[in-house]
């Protein structure tokens, strides 16, 4: 079983900054890639950022040059810090991790964490 929790969000105005976290733990062999996906009301949920275990980066139009995902000193824990918030930027934001298992690749959603920017 792996466990995935965010971490992180809140209420911020417009032009303010966030940083979310997001740790894995369970059983697994590595992570192969860490997404970031968010979901406002109405709308489907969609990635904004993902990093791989190579530390490669794929940001949403959206988000480029605003927001940055990195990988932290502990390989199971990532961030993204989210730079000139827009009141569009508002939504809940998970985190997906896909890891190995033994028995081949999986990957788990955490809970999400809200993220509210006001005009």
């Not at 950022?49 to 990532?78: E, I, L, Q």
Request: aromatic share 8%.
């Amino acid at each position: 079983q792996v466990h995935v929790v965010e971490s992180g969000g809140g209420l911020v105005q417009a032009g303010g900054s966030l940083r979310l976290s997001c740790a894995a733990s369970g059983n697994f062999l590595a992570i192969l890639a860490t997404g970031w996906y968010r979901q406002a009301p109405g709308k489907q949920r969609e990635l904004v950022a993902k990093v791989t275990d190579g530390s490669n980066t794929h940001y949403a139009d959206s988000v480029k040059g605003r927001f940055t995902t990195s990988r932290g000193n502990s390989k199971n824990t990532v961030y993204l810090q989210m730079n000139s918030l827009k009141p569009e930027d508002s939504a809940v934001y998970y985190c997906n991790v896909e890891v190995v298992h033994h028995i081949g690749e999986s990957d788990y959603w955490g809970q999400g964490t809200q993220v509210t920017v006001s005009s």
